[in-house]
T-cell receptor, first 114, second 109 residues
Framework: KAGVTQTPRYLIKTRGQQVTLSCSPI?????VSWYQQTPGQGLQFLFE???????NKGNFPGRFSGRQFSNSRSEMNVSTLELGDSALYLC?????????????FGPGTRLLVL | KNEVEQSPQNLTAQEGEFITINCSYS?????LHWLQQHPGGGIVSLFM???GKKKHGRLIATINIQEKHSSLHITASHPRDSAVYIC???????????FGTGTLLAVQP
C-alpha cells in the first residue's frame, strides 16, 4: 500500500505570494492532519480533517486554511506569505480521528519564503 | 512553561548502551505518542500509550498517568537508532496533539 504523499516536496516563494500544498493519504484513510515544523517552534498542529470537515484547528492566523475533498485528499493554503512561514509542512493520515489512531506521516513539503 | 517537556535535549551514546528519554506533561491527556524523525524529515510513529507499557523490538515505552510522565527506552542501542525522538500528547482543553521539543540522539559505533 502506498504511503502518504505530499506535493510539491520543495517550494520557494517570495513574501506576499500564496502557496497551496497537497496531501494524498493512504488508501482507505479518511482523517488528515497538517503540522508545521520550524527550528524555533518545533512541531505545531495546524488542522485536522475528517470526511471533508475540519474537526480541529491550531493557533495559526487566518492566512492558513485547508480543505479536504471527497476522496480524502487534502490541501492547505497559505496566503500573503511571510518570512516566518518558512518551514517543513507535514501531513499525516489515519483511518479515523481519535486519540489512539496511528498517524502515518508524509515526507513533508519544505517551504522557503524569501 | 511548555505543556510537554522532554529530557535530555541532546544525547550521545556508545553502541550497545541502554538509553532513556523522558517526557513530562502538564495537561490531562487521552493518549501519548512517541515519534522518531530521521534527518530529512520523515516521521514514524513508534508507540501510542494511554497506560502501562509497550514493547516493540528493542524499544520500550512506559507511561505513568498519575505522575504525568513517560519514558522511552532503547536497549542495545545501534547507530541506526540515531534520530530525533519526539513525545506528543493528545489532550488539554482542545484535544489537539501537543509536541515536545524532541531529543536528538546520536549513537556512536
Amino acid at each position: 500500500k502506498a504511503g502518504v504523499t505530499q506535493t510539491p516536496r520543495y517550494l520557494i516563494k517570495t513574501r506576499g505570494q500564496q502557496v497551496t500544498l497537497s496531501c494524498s493519504p493512504i488508501s482507505g484513510h479518511r482523517s488528515v492532519s497538517w503540522y508545521q515544523q520550524t527550528p524555533g517552534q518545533g512541531l505545531q498542529f495546524l488542522f485536522e480533517y475528517f470526511s471533508e470537515t475540519q474537526r480541529n484547528k491550531g493557533n495559526f492566523p487566518g492566512r492558513f486554511s485547508g480543505r479536504q475533498f471527497s476522496n480524502s485528499r487534502s490541501e492547505m493554503n497559505v496566503s500573503t506569505l511571510e518570512l516566518g512561514d518558512s518551514a517543513l509542512y507535514l501531513c499525516a493520515s489515519s483511518l479515523a480521528p481519535g486519540a489512539m489512531e496511528t498517524q502515518y506521516f508524509g515526507p513533508g513539503t519544505r517551504l522557503l519564503v524569501l | 512553561k511548555n505543556e510537554v517537556e522532554q529530557s535530555p535535549q541532546n544525547l550521545t551514546a556508545q553502541e550497545g548502551e541502554f538509553i532513556t528519554i523522558n517526557c513530562s506533561y502538564s495537561v490531562g491527556i487521552s493518549a501519548l505518542h512517541w515519534l522518531q524523525q530521521h534527518p530529512g524529515g520523515g516521521i514514524v510513529s513508534l508507540f501510542m500509550l494511554s497506560s502501562g507499557k509497550k514493547k516493540h523490538g528493542r524499544l520500550i515505552a512506559t507511561i505513568n498517568i498519575q505522575e504525568k510522565h513517560s519514558s522511552l527506552h532503547i536497549t542495545a542501542s545501534h547507530p541506526r537508532d540515531s534520530a530525533v525522538y519526539i513525545c506528543a500528547v493528545r489532550g488539554g482543553a482542545t484535544n489537539k496533539l501537543i509536541f515536545g521539543t524532541g531529543t536528538l540522539l546520536a549513537v556512536q559505533p
